[in-house]
């Protein structure tokens, strides 16, 4: 098995002897034990289980997706999935886990994944007034505490129309964040500002 707690630090990549089946050899238990009792040991106690990119044990395959010219960055469903998939984490994790925290494998430099997820994936998606510091450019700014970036554990909120379900994840370090140059987000709570709208490709 390559489950493993979703609550456990970015850093705490599983290795053989920390995965569910040597647990449960250890104790001569069944993985399904193992895992059963994790997760009803605490409602929020959540098991993951990567279906790809994880196939050898390590992030090696997906250091080279992402390194690879043909990859963009910046997968997003816009919620259409949001009671079993949860991508809004991702561009803190490439931040955190990636340029800051791994250690089973090279670091990407912080200045690579900061071009992946903006410049780069405007470009593509032909947004060429956005995606970079400059004059006379939209002023979409993410203003952060590098050393305190923290994601914290998915949770599962119940607060859409008839009680639906959706993913949760909160984050520690973003000190701002700006849309068109209106603060949006001042330490982590919102300012009440709505200066966005609807964007298509290559009509910004």
């Given at each position: 098995m390559r489950d493993r707690p979703a609550g456990a630090a970015a850093k705490a990549i599983p290795t053989d002897k920390k995965k569910?089946?040597?647990r449960a050899e250890r104790e001569s238990r069944t993985p399904d034990e193992v895992a059963y009792d994790y997760m009803v040991a605490d409602?929020?106690?959540l098991i993951f289980f990567p279906v790809t990119g994880y196939n050898i044990d390590n992030h090696d395959v997906i250091h080279s997706m992402l390194t690879d010219e043909a990859t963009v960055l910046g997968l997003g469903d816009g919620g259409a999935h949001c009671s079993s998939i949860l991508d809004a984490g991702v561009p803190t994790w490439m931040l955190t886990h990636w340029a800051r925290d791994r250690h089973r494998g090279p670091r990407l430099p912080l200045e690579f994944v900061v071009k992946r997820q903006t410049s780069e994936t405007a470009a593509f998606f032909g947004f060429d007034d956005r995606g970079v510091l400059a004059p006379g450019k939209k002023a979409d700014v993410n203003?952060?505490?590098y050393e305190a970036l923290r994601l914290h554990r998915p949770e599962v909120w119940y607060d859409l129309p008839a009680g639906g379900r959706r993913?949760?994840?909160r984050?520690?370090?973003y000190k701002a964040t700006l849309v068109s140059?209106?603060?949006v987000f001042?330490?982590?709570?919102h300012t009440g500002?709505?200066?966005g709208r609807l964007v298509r490709a290559g009509r910004g």
């Open positions: 569910d089946r040597a409602p929020a106690n203003l952060i505490d993913l949760m994840q984050v520690e370090g140059g209106v603060p001042e330490g982590g709570e500002a709505l200066p």
